[in-house]
Structure formats: structure tokens, C-alpha cells
């Protein structure tokens, strides 16, 4: 996370953005589900995409370039579908390949668990994660913020099982 709002910018600072926002939105997509290569060429195209729409995207970048990188990321796993089996591709190209962005190395363990979340949970999360507040992730999901704010606390409330629950079930009594 950067310090500041990370959804501010200035005109024409796009290799900024880009720089900062890369590594985060591909361990994004990663605590979706997809697969590095996936995650990373998808994050390829959207950045693309957003090079090409700079001047026209006003509000929340950061916001942009992720649903952009998820609807990349959603049509190469429909194509390779087609074309070949995906678990073949994800046993070559594997979350644990040598370009890992240092935003998942910093997090591996996490993110393994919040990708067992049910993906409406896992969305809000990994969102909050980035830094995102509960309304942008409302206005985002089209969703009110008590709805947001419940889903991260079952977020949580999962997370916290998978990492403590069979330690609390015996020791705390």
C-alpha cells in the first residue's frame, strides 16, 4: 500500500501509476484465483488499456485498471479453455514462478486462505486489502457499505478460523 489515497492523480503521470500499481494489481488477481501468468498478462492488457484511455479515466484509477485486469484475466481462462487443458497450464506456470510480484511474497500465506473464500467474500477482501475504503468497494461491488462491512467480517471471521481454529478449539477453555 502506498501512503496517502492511492485513487489520486495528476495529469500525465501514467508511468507512475503504472510502476506503483503493477505489482499490486497482479497480486489482485492472484487472491482472485488466477494463476501468476494469467494474472500478469491480464495485468499487461489492462495497464494497456488504461495507457490508451489515460486522459479519459477521472475517478479511481486504481479501481479502473483492476476491473479492467479481472474481465483480461476471465477471457484468457475461457480462451485457454478452449484451446487446452488449464490444469496443465497451471501446473507449468504455477502462483510459485520466479517473477512472483514482492506484494505476494510479503503476503504468501494469506494468500492461499483468503483464496479459499467464497469469491463475492474474496473480492470485498482483497479489496480492502489494496486499500480500498468501504464505500469505493461499495460503489464498485454496486452493493450498500453494511453490506461491504459484513462480508469483511465474515471474510475475517473464515480467516481467522483456517489460521486459529484448531489451536482455540483445544487450548482456551
Known amino acids: 500500500m ?9 495529469p500525465g503521470t501514467y508511468e507512475e501509476f503504472n ?5 499490486q494489481v497482479v497480486a489482485f488477481l492472484i487472491y482472485q484465483g488466477f494463476p501468476h501468468h494469467i494474472a500478469d498478462e491480464a495485468t499487461q492488457d489492462a495497464m494497456v488499456d488504461a495507457h ?3 486522459q479519459k479515466i477521472d475517478r479511481n484509477p486504481p479501481m479502473w485498471v ?3 485486469a479481472v474481465r483480461h484475466a476471465g477471457r484468457k481462462v475461457k480462451s ?6 488449464t490444469a496443465e497450464q497451471e501446473s507449468e506456470h504455477g502462483v510459485e ?9 510479503r503476503h504468501g ?16 477482501f482483497a479489496l480492502h486489502f489494496d486499500g480500498f475504503s468501504v464505500a469505493e468497494i461499495g460503489e ?12 469483511l467480517e465474515r471474510a475475517r471471521e473464515l480467516l481467522k478460523q483456517d489460521l486459529f481454529g484448531a489451536g482455540q478449539e483445544g487450548g482456551n477453555r
Open 19 to 23: 510502476r506503483e500499481q503493477y505489482p
Open 140 to 151: 464498485h461491488l454496486r452493493i450498500p457499505r453494511r453490506t461491504v462491512y459484513a462480508r
Open 109 to 124: 500465506d494469506l494468500v492461499g486462505l483468503v483464496r479459499k473464500l467464497p469469491e463475492r467474500l474474496r473480492t470485498a
Open 52 to 54: 490508451r484511455n489515460w
Open 66 to 68: 483492476r476491473t479492467a
Open 2 to 10: 502506498t501512503t496517502g489515497s492511492p485513487r489520486k492523480r495528476a
Open 80 to 85: 485457454m479453455r478452449r484451446t487446452s487443458s
Open 97 to 105: 514462478d520466479e517473477g512472483l510480484s514482492a506484494v505476494v511474497e
